[in-house]
């Protein structure tokens, strides 16, 4: 079935430090890939999404290309901020009738002032 | 901005009984779903609910859990006699038209079973 991959955790960086969460997949067919967020207290939040190989999605600095020839989709920031401290959650939708998701395990990020 | 909205944020709740997790799905969306977080694992879907019926299930959903659309706006679950191992995050989700389009998602509903 298809499945989901994430780095292991938690990361800790300095403020404007650059990031890379890496993320690869598993998946039969043609999946959208996304990058959920989720703030302490919060619930899941889109932070991106790419629906086709060679797609970029990006969103308050972050981005993410679907790489098919790597089945990766691994997420980038230029210069972290404190405001960004969270979970991420890489994850693929088979884009079937139900498009369900399917989950990686969370990896949780810590910026330092 | 539309936005799914889940009560109560924290149930707690004894081992044996039922309880109904709420949903209220963003109102032109057709497909609704519910997601469950148990602490520290990855998020995993549990039924999938569309046209009035359920579309997809996992190994999870067995016959303890149930969902209902009542009223053309509630989306429910329901666990008739909850186990300890039930203990966890809850989140419901809703998608509009589209294979493509993103799931929006609550805020969740933090089950607690003692």
């Given at each position: 079935g298809d499945s989901v991959t994430q780095m292991e955790g938690p990361v800790t960086l300095s403020e404007e430090a650059f990031l890379t969460i890496n993320c690869t997949y598993t998946a039969t067919g043609y999946p959208s890939l996304f990058w959920y967020v989720q703030y302490p207290g919060e619930g899941l939040q889109l932070l991106l999404k790419a629906t086709k190989a060679d797609d970029k999605g990006s969103n308050k600095g972050f981005e993410a290309t679907y790489r098919k020839e790597t089945t990766s989709f691994h997420l980038e920031k230029g210069s972290v901020q404190v405001?960004?401290?969270?979970?991420?959650?890489?994850?693929?939708?088979?884009?079937?009738?139900?498009?369900?998701?399917?989950?990686?395990?969370?990896?949780?990020?810590?910026?330092?002032? | 901005e539309p936005e799914v909205t889940q009560t109560?944020?924290?149930q707690v709740t004894q081992m044996g009984q039922e309880v109904i997790l709420r949903c209220v799905p963003i109102s032109n969306h057709l497909y609704f779903y519910w997601y469950r977080q148990i602490l520290g694992q990855k998020v995993e879907f549990l039924v999938s609910f569309y046209n009035n019926e359920i579309s997809e299930k996992s190994e999870i959903f067995d016959d303890q859990f149930s969902v209902e659309r009542?009223?053309?706006?509630?989306?429910?679950?329901?666990?008739?006699?909850?186990?300890?191992?039930?203990?966890?995050?809850?989140?419901?989700?809703?998608?509009?038209?589209?294979?493509?389009?993103?799931?929006?998602?609550?805020?969740?509903?933090?089950?607690?079973?003692?």
């Amino acid at each position: 079935g298809d499945s989901v991959t994430q780095m292991e955790g938690p990361v800790t960086l300095s403020e404007e430090a650059f990031l890379t969460i890496n993320c690869t997949y598993t998946a039969t067919g043609y999946p959208s890939l996304f990058w959920y967020v989720q703030y302490p207290g919060e619930g899941l939040q889109l932070l991106l999404k790419a629906t086709k190989a060679d797609d970029k999605g990006s969103n308050k600095g972050f981005e993410a290309t679907y790489r098919k020839e790597t089945t990766s989709f691994h997420l980038e920031k230029g210069s972290v901020q404190v405001s960004d401290s969270a979970v991420y959650f890489c994850a693929l939708s088979d884009g079937g009738a139900n498009s369900k998701l399917t989950f990686g395990k969370g990896i949780t990020l810590s910026v330092r002032p | 901005e539309p936005e799914v909205t889940q009560t109560p944020s924290h149930q707690v709740t004894q081992m044996g009984q039922e309880v109904i997790l709420r949903c209220v799905p963003i109102s032109n969306h057709l497909y609704f779903y519910w997601y469950r977080q148990i602490l520290g694992q990855k998020v995993e879907f549990l039924v999938s609910f569309y046209n009035n019926e359920i579309s997809e299930k996992s190994e999870i959903f067995d016959d303890q859990f149930s969902v209902e659309r009542p009223d053309g706006s509630n989306f429910t679950l329901k666990i008739r006699s909850t186990k300890l191992e039930d203990s966890a995050m809850y989140f419901c989700a809703s998608r509009g038209q589209g294979v493509r389009t993103e799931a929006f998602f609550g805020q969740g509903t933090r089950l607690t079973v003692v």
